[in-house]
């Protein structure tokens, strides 16, 4: 089976950075992404991590860690409009099947 | 390219009718993944298609389910007969490969079931 864990919630202020974790425990794991979705609109895609380590691009960083079986998000100088939700979803086997996390939901305060 | 096409944006139904959604996935693409979004269980994968072959339909929840691609620009979605428990928002995506290519996902449809 599998189980991917993220935080329900979460709060930041404006121009602060914000963290969130996820931990995932699945057979056939073969990366992981990051979507972000505004409420009452369709997920769009933030980034892909394969490989151990950081991945930067612009204000967003995903890491990853196959050993330890953890990934984050990391938002940089946070936005109004970054309030949304963050969902991981881990790729299993050799095809392109996601399976979602909850989601964690991001609120960004002034 | 105009993305992901689903209609209808909003489908309101009795219980016991059929309910049929519908997906035009981006052209070129091969794959193409139809997910069910709720409150309570998230995100969830139903089933998905590669080059209009069903891969792994074991999301399906029931019989009452059933999905069709009849060719690479078109995929549809039935329930018959609905139930209120199937009230949520399904949302069709595709990529471009399997090999790790991102998600692109339709504006969804949001099925209520009365």
């Known amino acids: 089976g599998q189980n991917i864990d993220q935080p329900t919630e979460m709060t930041a202020t404006e121009g602060a950075i914000v963290q969130i974790n996820c931990t995932y425990q699945?057979?056939?794991?073969?990366?992981l992404f990051w979507y972000q979705q505004h409420a009452g609109e369709a997920p769009t895609f933030l980034s892909y991590?394969?490989?151990?380590g950081l991945e930067e691009k612009g204000r967003f960083s995903s890491f990853l860690s196959r050993s330890k079986g953890y990934s984050y998000l990391l938002l940089k100088e946070l936005q109004m409009k970054d309030s949304a939700s963050y969902l991981c979803a881990v790729r299993k086997g050799g095809y392109n099947k996601l399976i979602f996390g909850a989601g964690t939901r991001l609120a960004v305060h002034p | 390219d105009a993305g992901v096409i689903q209609s209808p944006r909003h489908e309101v139904t009795e219980m016991g009718q059929e309910v049929t959604l519908r997906c035009k996935p981006i052209s070129g693409h091969d794959y193409l993944f139809w997910y069910r979004q709720t409150m309570m269980r998230g995100l969830e994968l139903l089933i998905y298609f590669n080059n209009n072959v069903p891969i792994d339909d074991s999301g399906m929840p029931e019989d009452r389910f059933s999905a069709k691609m009849p060719n690479a620009s078109f995929s549809t979605l039935k329930i018959q007969p609905s139930e209120p428990r199937d009230s949520a928002v399904y949302f069709c995506?595709?990529?471009?490969?399997?090999?790790?290519?991102?998600?692109?996902f339709g504006s969804g449809t949001q099925l209520s079931v009365l």
């Open positions: 995506a595709s990529s471009l490969t399997g090999d790790g290519e991102k998600l692109f």
């Open positions: 991590n394969v490989l151990d």
């Open positions: 699945t057979s056939g794991f073969n990366g």
